[in-house]
T-cell receptor
């Protein structure tokens, strides 16, 4: 049973526009959520996170929104740039310091110049 | 030097062979993890270790074993490799608190023929 779901395998947007990547989760024990970005031939790198006590976290062009009642989070990238083209993984955690991350399947974002 | 180093970067091996993937980290963290990535399946947890004396199975541990030789070293072994273990393998480490989640290595691409 997949606890973290990214239902869109791919997304294509134009440079300068907004990219919205979505993620749903089923486990109500998750209390921390993260987005990772992965380029080919590299490991995933941390992008942005949000605690379940918040509904929004912003870092430059990246904003993550959390809707706990819907068990849904989204990553907004504004404006999108060609260098943002990568696979984006949504991840969720529970268990405090000794946690392990559960990942979604990823969404391939392509930003066209 | 990278925070998390995985060796080898690429490996082709034959069915039935034993193979070890190595991981070392310079972050000084206690927690280490092994994930595998398959196309369309995202990142799935194989084994994890919260300290040197702690080893835990993840969701797909069958056919794998691990050794935590020191705080900085966590190796993954395939006792008798089979073709469906062909995948991209990632090692990761995390510090106290959920913070930025994991720091990943660059991955080992393993092909079993």
């Amino acid at each position: 049973d997949q606890q973290v779901k990214q239902n869109s395998p791919s997304l294509s947007v134009q440079e300068g526009r907004i990219s919205i990547l979505n993620c749903d989760y089923t486990n109500s024990m998750f209390d921390y959520f993260l987005w990772y970005k992965k380029y080919p031939a590299e490991g995933p790198t941390f992008l942005i996170s949000i605690s379940s006590i918040k509904d929004k976290n912003e870092d430059g062009r990246f904003t993550v929104f959390l809707n706990k009642s819907a068990k849904h989070l989204s990553l907004h990238i504004v404006p999108s740039q060609p260098g943002d083209s990568a696979v984006y993984f949504c991840a969720a955690a529970s268990g405090g310091s000794n946690y392990k991350l559960t990942f979604g399947k990823g969404t391939l974002l392509t930003v066209n110049p | 030097d990278a925070d998390v180093t995985q060796t080898p970067r690429n490996r082709i091996t034959k069915t039935g062979k034993r193979i070890m993937l190595e991981c070392s980290q310079t972050k000084g963290h206690d927690r280490m993890y092994w994930y595998r990535q398959d196309p369309g399946l995202g990142l799935r947890l194989i084994y994890y270790s919260f300290d040197v004396k702690d080893i835990n199975k993840g969701e797909i541990s069958d056919g794998y074993s691990v050794s935590r030789q020191a705080q900085a070293k966590f190796s993954l072994s395939l006792e008798s490799a089979i073709p469906n273990q062909t995948a991209l393998y990632f090692c990761a480490t995390s510090g106290p608190g959920q913070g930025t989640g994991y720091t990943f290595g660059s991955g080992t691409r393993l092909t079993v023929v």
